[in-house]
């Protein structure tokens, strides 16, 4: 059985981590750019482990130099991501990929990326919005200019911010000042947290950085008092298990807390994190979590009802979105 065809909400993303392999090397190749070192012999992403994923992942985003490579971008991964039945997809983007953290270059690229969203938004009915993100492991200082590219480009398609990359650089608390800023715009808020740093910077997290979503979040499971936190504040889980799982962040899809999380009254979602390198698609997902703990439509459709109810779009977008999500009649 497969789930393909289920329309879906996907709400953890990273916009150069859904590029297609072949994509990154036809640009590698238009601009003789050697990075030859981070695929497979089968042409696909190569790594040992998260730190050199992370090592491959920004080698990979040498590729993307211009406003233009982020349209291409934007539209190759919006057709991929269509194909398995996605409607509505937020995904993570980083001015330090995009100008270096400048501002009026942030525009640029933000601009190229909203083009093509609009026009795949009219030819493949799929609604993509940005999270603006700082990028951990390169410091507090370096998130700041990410969080002000935030808070002078929130509106229609930029619609949160948000932190990634390496989990374990500092504390949420060094962090603060980023999400601060953000907050007083008004700008909803979500970050990596418990993917690797267990229970207490979940916790570090909601209490210094205020988010209303936490990216990955399973190091959770590990604390009663911490979920019952998660579940008194409605905290939605950006859960990636395929990722997880390929990352070893998990034993194995059998040992995947998801369903634990889910069960002890938290408030689940589903997506890729970064497909291509996880060698997943959120048909994938599905159809794994379908096999591992029995999910079904009907599970499928709460969930993908949950995850529309915690995006970060505006309402008018929330609506359009759900007429999507209705069965077929
Ligand atoms: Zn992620």
Redesign the pocket.
């Known amino acids: 059985m497969s789930f393909r065809s289920i329309p879906k909400v996907e709400l953890?993303t990273?916009l150069e981590g859904c590029a297609p392999p072949a994509f990154i090397r036809g640009l590698a190749k238009e601009k003789n750019i050697d990075i030859s070192g981070i695929f497979d012999a089968n042409g696909g992403y190569a790594f040992r482990d998260f730190d050199h994923f992370l090592q491959i992942y920004e080698a990979a985003c040498t590729t993307l130099q211009s406003p233009e490579d982020f349209r291409r971008l934007t539209m190759a991964v919006l057709e991929e991501t269509a194909a398995h039945g996605v409607v509505y997809m937020e995904t993570?983007v980083s001015p330090d990929f995009c100008g270096g953290g400048d501002l009026a270059a942030w525009k640029d690229y933000l601009a190229a990326m909203v083009d093509a969203a609009d026009e795949a938004e009219a030819k493949l009915g799929i609604t993509l919005k940005g999270i603006v993100t700082g990028i951990r492991h390169f410091g507090p200082e370096a998130c700041k200019p990410a969080a002000k590219c935030a808070v002078e480009t929130f509106g229609d398609f930029v619609t949160g911010y948000g932190m990634?990359g390496g989990e374990m650089a500092g504390r949420p608390a060094d962090y603060a000042y980023s999400f601060d800023m953000a907050r007083e715009a008004g700008i909803p808020l979500t970050c990596?947290a418990g993917e690797w740093g267990g229970p207490s910077m979940v916790a570090e997290t909601i209490r210094h950085l205020g988010v209303t979503r936490i990216?990955?979040g399973i190091g959770a499971i590990d604390d009663r008092a911490l979920l019952d936190e998660i579940i008194e504040k409605e905290i939605v889980l950006e859960v990636?298990p395929g990722?997880n799982v390929v990352l070893k962040a998990v034993g194995g899809w059998d040992a995947h807390p998801i369903v634990k999380l889910r069960d002890a009254g938290v408030k689940v979602t589903v997506s890729t994190?970064?497909p291509p390198f996880f060698h997943t698609t959120m048909t994938a997902e599905y159809d794994m979590l379908n096999r591992t703990f029995g999910w079904g439509e009907d599970d499928f459709r709460a969930m993908n009802e949950t995850a529309l109810a915690a995006a970060f779009c505006d309402e008018d977008t929330r609506a359009r979105v759900a007429k999507r999500l209705e069965p077929a009649q």
């Open positions: 953890h990273h993570f990634a990596h990216g990955h990636c990722s994190d970064d």
